[in-house]
Structures are given as structure tokens and as C-alpha cells.
């Protein structure tokens, strides 16, 4: 079965387990080049958006749209002055932009040829069962290291399980999001979004992420998008990237809350801020339809 896969900030869609998917309003903004030279890219992007309305397409007041769409159009000229700037650093960006990750979670995800000396550091910290913060530290980069290059899958769980059962954030996401996405593991919907659970209880921004997606998607829970922003908004409050696209997304299409454009562009703004290249696109959208 595809492996689901949502942290990706970069390439939208990939490897996807069927279902809903995250709501963009064009069911075929899936994959995003990496590699693509910034204007190519946007080209691309565009193409995929495929020149939708950015408008509201209800049939509402005409009033009350027309001034919705005031809204969004002063938004985005309070950008104009900055649009030079930021521009110029997108473009520079996709000129040196290395060989992304496939996933933007974990922020640190080593290499193959690293474990050896994660395993070493780790067999020698391990030697006192209380496991320090180090400790911990080395045994999530080397869990981190087995599941997402696909060495051993299994033991890189073992390792998440272990510090998830001590109460480690970071553990208790990885456990759910490899059991949830069966990375190279058996699928176990309903214990990951347990694990799941308990993160976003704890205030944790990729759990409150990965927890949203869930409701989102109907995946492991029963498809709420109120809820799904709800969360997504806890997300992007803690400064976390995809939550902002997400937030600024379902604002755009008014998913789970009521639609506010002028809002959306603020979120997806910042995202893009911080290297979303998604929110990038829609910015570029909105700046070029004004021209």
C-alpha cells in the first residue's frame, strides 16, 4: 500500500494512502517539483491551480462578496511594498535549493551512512537504563534514521515505542505517525491516532498536526473539518509550517471555519515566509492576479 504522507511542505502530495485529500481546492495539486527553477515552478503550479476563481463562488449578497473581496485585495497590496524583496529570495532559494527530505518531520532525519555511529552512541548512552535527554536525543535520530530510510522499519518503532512509553514528545508523534502510516510496518490506525492524542493533549505542534490530518482525511477518526482546523490552528499558532499553509488553505475555501481570504492570505504569507513552497504559489497567484 502508498504510504501516507502529509508533513511534506514541499511537494504538496506524495505516495498517498487513498482517501480524502488535503484540501487545496484543486484535487490535482499533488506533486511540486523540487528541482524546478522558481519560475518554471510557479508556471507549473499555476497550470495545476488551473486559473480558479480567487474570488468567492457562492451565491451570496453581492454586497457582502464584493467586500470579502475588498478584503483580500488590501491584504495583498500591503505586500507590494516587500514583493521585490521576497521575490528575489524565492528565486534565490530554488536556484540553490539542495535535495529536499521527503518528509519536513522530523527536522533532523540522518543518513544512512550515519548510523553506525548513531547505534554506537546510543549502545554506549543506553547503558544507563534512565536514558538522559542525550540519550534520548541519539536513540529518536537513530528510530528516525531505520524507519524513514527503510533499514529496519520495525526496530526504528522499537525505538520511538521506547521513548513514547517514557513520555518523550517526539517519540510518542513518531510512534503514531509510522503505525498510521505504515512505514514499513503494519498499518494500526487506531493505536496511532491514540499516540496521537496524547501528543496534541501535551501541546505538541506536529502532534496537533498529524492529529488534524486525521480528522481531516477521516483517517483512524471520523471526518471532522471543524475539528481538523481547530487543530491546524493550534499548529499554526506554535509556529508550525505546514499548520499555517493548512490554516490559510481552509480559510481560502472556508473548510471547517468560516472563509476569510483576507486571513488565509495572512497565514499562507507566513508560511511562505518560512520555505512553504505551496503557500509560495498561492501568494505568487494572488500577487499576479492583481496585476
Not at 172 to 180: D, N, S
Not at 215 to 234: C, N
Request: hydrophobic content about 40%; aromatic content about 8%.
Amino acid at each position: 500500500a502508498a504510504q501516507r504522507d502529509f508533513s511534506n511542505p514541499w511537494s504538496s502530495l506524495t505516495n498517498q494512502r487513498p482517501g480524502k485529500s488535503l484540501h487545496s481546492g484543486q484535487s490535482e495539486l499533488r506533486i511540486v517539483s523540487r528541482e524546478l527553477p522558481l519560475d518554471m515552478w510557479r508556471s507549473r503550479c499555476l497550470r495545476m491551480l488551473g486559473g480558479a476563481s480567487l474570488g468567492f463562488a457562492g451565491t451570496g449578497a453581492v454586497l457582502a462578496e464584493a467586500s470579502r473581496e475588498t478584503d483580500w485585495r488590501a491584504e495583498i497590496a500591503k505586500l507590494r511594498p516587500e514583493e521585490p524583496h521576497f521575490r528575489a529570495k524565492w528565486i534565490q532559494d530554488e536556484e540553490g535549493w539542495h535535495k529536499l527530505p521527503a518528509r519536513a518531520w522530523p527536522a533532523f532525519q540522518p543518513k544512512v551512512d550515519q548510523i553506525p555511529a548513531l547505534r554506537a552512541l546510543f549502545a554506549e548512552c543506553s547503558k544507563d537504563e534512565t536514558l538522559s535527554e542525550e540519550c534520548r536525543k541519539h536513540a529518536f535520530n537513530l528510530g528516525t534514521a531505520l524507519v524513514f530510510n527503510m533499514v529496519d522499519p520495525p526496530a526504528g518503532l522499537d525505538l520511538y515505542s521506547t521513548l513514547a512509553k517514557l513520555g518523550d514528545l517526539d517519540g510518542i508523534v513518531g510512534t503514531g505517525v509510522v503505525l498510521i502510516g505504515g512505514h514499513g510496518v503494519e498499518y494500526n490506525t487506531g493505536e496511532g491516532v491514540q499516540w496521537l492524542r496524547k501528543a496534541s493533549a501535551k501541546g505538541h505542534a506536529q502532534g496537533h498536526y498529524e492529529l488534524a490530518i486525521c480528522f481531516y482525511t477521516g483517517d483512524g477518526e471520523v471526518e471532522d473539518e471543524t475539528r481538523a482546523f481547530h487543530l491546524f490552528q493550534k499548529a499554526a499558532d506554535l509556529g508550525h509550517m505546514g499548520g499555517m499553509f493548512m490554516v490559510g488553505d481552509c480559510l481560502r475555501e472556508g473548510v471547517g471555519c468560516e472563509r476569510d481570504e483576507a486571513q488565509a492570505i495572512r497565514w499562507l504569507f507566513a508560511a511562505a515566509q518560512q520555505g512553504h513552497r505551496q503557500s509560495r504559489c498561492q501568494i505568487l497567484k494572488y500577487l499576479d492576479a492583481e496585476r
